[in-house]
């Protein structure tokens, strides 16, 4: 990752074939997302928001292109490599929490460290932290169909980002949230960026998101229609409490 | 890993307790009907053997061609002669002469004249102390009053017989029959007991009685219908008595028709293909079974794959390999198919041993057979009964897990996230 480069998107295009028509979700996208920021992929739907999710999350590659994730190839990683990947340095928040419904919060918050094949202690430690981070230590042993919305994403953050990944990557994270909830999800991530160095990226259409941005890059049929840099004023994150 | 893998396994009831409740309920199932087949098999054959055919039989030739026809008239002669030859030549069986007829049964009333009649199925056996009838046909087991013939002109009736008649105990009955050259013969009997076999051929109008008795009523010195024999512990094995069967027939060939031929168990009496369908049975129970088992757990699988379809994209998102998911999916069914299989074995067994120690009866339902059939069929536990059920259904849960679960593979990951996200 040569100068804080995390993501390195260059004439990235990708093709879905729908029956016998062509769709071109993403039209020479090229981008790059430095560590520590708080950006965000914004536009309507169909602009190609998440379909630049997925291929900076691993999940799919470019039909022609390249991108970078954290120094690796997406286009010529294998289903394996790119697994590891992300298990080691991507976290993900999803629009519905996704929690593992038999497991609580703790479990859910553990599974990724499982994956990493930590001691027991050390789990222990990791977990615990992130429930701090997130406020939620004393609902350890709650149940996901226990907890509410808004303490359902906290869960589902602190599994994004107990393993201390580089990135998160998050869909619509407030989608489902009410507005002071995604006002305390959104001072978490904030407060998780800087106390932590961890670099976000959301894919929304979510005004309250998009106030916390310290980034947001535009997307409309495709094309990278704005990309810019917000003002310190125009941000509104503050201080994690 | 696997910690936790298992307890969510053990907290998803869905996941757990119904496919062990499906995969035990197969299981015991398949057990018992295994077991309980076996059970009605034997006895069926032990019935058949004991009453008709022995493990094997011999007679004339002219007498094993005509089958259910076969008359007194095709008796062996000699047969003291025939029966000191094969109790030399082939000790380990137990060799017993036996003569089947039939006959009108004549009950008098106090002048002497008919009061009562109705046609009989006698059967002459060996009733001396030392003879093993005693115990091929459990005949103290069966008497219901009275005792076994022990002085000349006494006789059996079977107990509901005797109460169709309306006879007791010291009664005068006769017997109007042939003689096996064809002639009219009758013969005075008293009634000193009777009996019940729980066949309900035997049961509704047998007559029994001493075969010397009936040497002299029937004009047959020397002579019987048959000679049966009966292998050890009373198990038919069929090599052995092919063979058995091969060496004496060798020992006596010729084309004369009253000449003796021995027949085994498969042949006499047509059994041969009810053998070759109890050797295809099991096979057949377990292949059904299989087939059953794997499409309703792989139905399962898919239903189960379906609920979790969330769950398994979460995993795969979080940066879980699809093989290492497929490889939990498949050791989940395992040890599912583990438990679900030793409880559904366990159960099984437990209902086939009442089976086999108390029986199901079911005279009601064969009150017209004329099938030489117990009338409570008991199932029997054999080593065959431990790994019947619980082999298949291991593989069956495991294959249904297998098969649903390459799903995973499939899965696009590409689409995860909008999955997840909606």
Not at chain 1, 78 to 86: F, K, M
Not at chain 2, 32 to 43: H, I, P
Not at chain 2, 143 to 153: D, I, M, Q, R
Not at chain 2, 274 to 297: E, G, K, N
């Amino acid at each position: 990752m040569e100068n804080g480069v995390v993501v390195c998107t260059d004439k990235l295009v990708r093709k879905f074939h729908v029956g016998r028509t062509e769709l071109v979700a993403l039209k020479e996208v090229s981008l790059e997302f430095r560590r520590g920021e708080f950006a965000g992929l914004v536009g309507p739907s169909g602009s190609g928001k998440t379909t630049l999710l997925n291929i900076i999350g691993t999940l799919d590659t470019p039909t022609s292109g390249s991108a970078t994730v954290l120094g690796e190839r997406v286009e010529s990683l294998s289903p394996v490599r790119a697994a590891s990947l992300r298990s080691r340095h991507i976290g993900f928040i999803f629009q519905t929490f996704n929690l593992l419904p038999v497991y609580t919060a703790y479990e859910n918050v553990e599974f990724p460290l499982l994956l990493l094949g930590l001691s027991s202690a050390e789990r222990r430690r990791k977990v615990t932290d992130a429930l701090e981070w997130v406020g939620l230590a004393d609902r350890a042993k709650s149940r996901p169909t226990q907890l509410s919305g808004g303490e359902s994403q906290r869960v589902a953050i602190a599994r994004a980002v107990v393993k201390r990944p580089e990135l998160v990557l998050a869909d619509e994270p407030t989608a489902n949230l009410d507005a002071e909830n995604s006002h305390k999800i959104l001072q978490t991530m904030v407060g998780l960026n800087r106390d932590l160095g961890t670099t976000f990226i959301f894919s929304t259409h979510d005004e309250k998101v998009i106030r916390y941005l310290r980034r947001k890059v535009s997307l409309v049929d495709g094309r990278v229609a704005e990309d810019r840099t917000l003002e310190p004023g125009e941000v509104r994150s503050q201080k994690l409490e | 890993m696997l910690a936790f893998l298992a307890k969510g396994l053990f907290r998803d009831r869905s996941r757990s307790l119904f496919p062990l409740l499906t995969c035990a309920i197969g299981v015991s199932l398949v057990v018992v009907l295994d077991a309980y087949q076996r059970g009605a098999m034997d006895g069926m054959f032990r019935v058949m053997s004991s009453f008709v055919t022995g493990h094997l039989r011999v007679t004339t030739r002219a007498y094993a061609k005509a089958g259910t026809d076969a008359s007194n008239d095709l008796a062996l002669l000699g047969v003291d002669s025939v029966l000191a030859g094969l109790r030399r030549d082939f000790p380990e069986v137990t060799w017993t002469p036996r003569t089947r007829f039939g006959g009108l049964v004549d009950v008098p009333d106090s002048t002497g004249n008919t009061r009562v009649q109705s046609p009989a199925a006698g059967l002459a056996v060996d009733l001396s102390e030392a003879s093993p009838e005693r115990e091929i046909l459990r005949i103290e087991k069966s008497l219901v009053t009275g005792h076994l013939p022990s002085a000349s002109g006494e006789v059996l009736l079977s107990d509901d017989f005797a109460r169709r008649l309306g006879v007791r105990l010291g009664d005068k009955v006769t017997l109007v029959s042939s003689t096996m050259n064809g002639s009219i013969a009758t013969w005075n009997f008293i009634l000193c007991g009777t009996v019940r076999f729980g066949i309900l051929a035997m049961d509704r109008g047998a007559m029994l009685c001493d075969i010397k008795e009936i040497q002299q009523a029937l004009d047959m010195p020397d002579a019987a219908d048959q000679i049966l024999g009966f292998l050890p512990r009373e198990q038919y094995d069929d090599k052995l008595a092919t063979r058995l069967a091969s060496e004496f027939n060798a020992a006596h060939p010729g084309e004369n028709e009253y000449a003796p031929e021995m027949e085994t168990m498969r042949t006499a009496s047509g059994l041969g293909s009810m053998f070759s369908l109890l050797d295809w049975a099991a096979a057949l129970i377990l292949i059904i079974f299989i087939v059953a088992m794997s499409v309703v757990l792989w139905n399962a699988g898919l239903m189960g794959s379906l609920r979790r379809y969330g769950e398994i994209g979460v995993r795969l998102a979080i940066g879980e390999s699809k093989g290492a998911v497929y490889r939990s999916l498949l050791a989940e069914a395992f040890l599912v198919g583990l438990v679900g299989s030793a409880i559904g074995t366990a159960i099984g067994l437990g209902f086939s041993f009442y089976l086999q120690e108390v029986g199901f009866n079911v005279a009601g339902m064969m009150r017209n057979a004329t099938m030489v059939i117990g009338d409570v069929i008991r199932a029997r536990i054999a080593p065959m009964s431990y790994i019947v059920g619980f082999l298949p259904g291991l593989i069956a849960t495991f294959l249904g897990a297998a098969i649903s679960g390459l799903g995973v593979y499939k899965r696009q990951t590409a689409m995860l996230a909008k999955e997840l996200g909606s």
